[in-house]
């Protein structure tokens, strides 16, 4: 068994929050736009970290992290980019990999909005946490986490974090 901290979009912003919320989870996973090789080695250091770079991360992120990530967790195949699209409207670059590799959970970030939604045509659960830093045009920072155990993913919870400004 393991829970699962999930954000994106920090763009560089550290919150103590973070820590708090993340405290009681196994692995943390960032799903773009992290914004700074600080912010990464903060939270490597809390957990085992796993990450993708967004489309404002330099090169010394993108030199640290695939633009797309493939990995089980405890029996779930995962894949894990920045920008995905959603059921129904994924993102055109990452479609055909999207539907070869058939993941039982697909996380992509970037939209700022967040949203958890089955797709039955993949029989897979897609997960955009939202933004959990202080730039862009959504109201609230948010991040989420849940329970993955023996193929099941469980006990969800999206946290507030509050205003961005």
Same mark, same amino acid.
């Given at each position: 068994? &393991?829970?699962?901290?999930?954000? *994106?979009?920090?763009? $560089?912003?550290?919150?103590?929050?973070? /820590?708090?919320? =993340?405290?009681?989870?196994?692995? #943390?996973?960032?799903? !773009?736009?992290?914004? *700074?090789?600080?912010?990464?080695?903060? @939270?490597?250091?809390?957990?085992? =970290?796993?990450?993708?770079?967004?489309?404002?991360?330099? %090169?010394? #992120?993108?030199?640290? @992290?695939?633009?797309?990530?493939? @990995?089980?967790?405890?029996?779930? %195949?995962?894949?894990?980019?920045?920008? $995905?699209?959603?059921? !129904?409207?994924?993102?055109?670059?990452?479609? /055909?990999?999207?539907?070869? *590799? %058939?993941?039982?959970?697909? #996380?992509?970030?970037?939209?700022?909005?967040? &949203?958890? %939604?089955?797709?039955?045509?993949?029989?897979?659960?897609?997960?955009?946490?939202?933004?959990? $830093?202080?730039?862009?045009?959504?109201?609230?920072?948010?991040?989420?986490? =849940?329970? #993955?155990?023996?193929?099941?993913?469980?006990?969800?919870?999206?946290?507030?974090?509050?205003?961005?400004?």
């Amino acid at each position: 068994m &393991k829970k699962i901290g999930l954000l *994106s979009d920090t763009h $560089g912003y550290w919150d103590e929050k973070y /820590a708090k919320y =993340f405290g009681t989870c196994d692995e #943390i996973w960032h799903a !773009g736009d992290i914004g *700074s090789v600080v912010l990464a080695e903060q @939270f490597a250091a809390m957990k085992p =970290f796993r990450a993708v770079y967004g489309n404002i991360d330099g %090169q010394e #992120i993108r030199m640290m @992290f695939p633009k797309v990530a493939h @990995f089980q967790v405890e029996g779930v %195949q995962v894949m894990m980019t920045h920008i $995905g699209g959603y059921p !129904g409207r994924y993102y055109p670059e990452i479609r /055909a990999e999207l539907f070869a *590799s %058939q993941p039982a959970l697909f #996380i992509a970030g970037h939209s700022h909005i967040l &949203k958890v %939604q089955y797709d039955p045509t993949l029989r897979c659960l897609h997960i955009n946490p939202g933004a959990a $830093g202080k730039s862009g045009f959504h109201q609230q920072r948010t991040l989420v986490r =849940f329970t #993955i155990d023996d193929e099941k993913m469980y006990d969800l919870e999206v946290i507030e974090l509050g205003d961005r400004h």
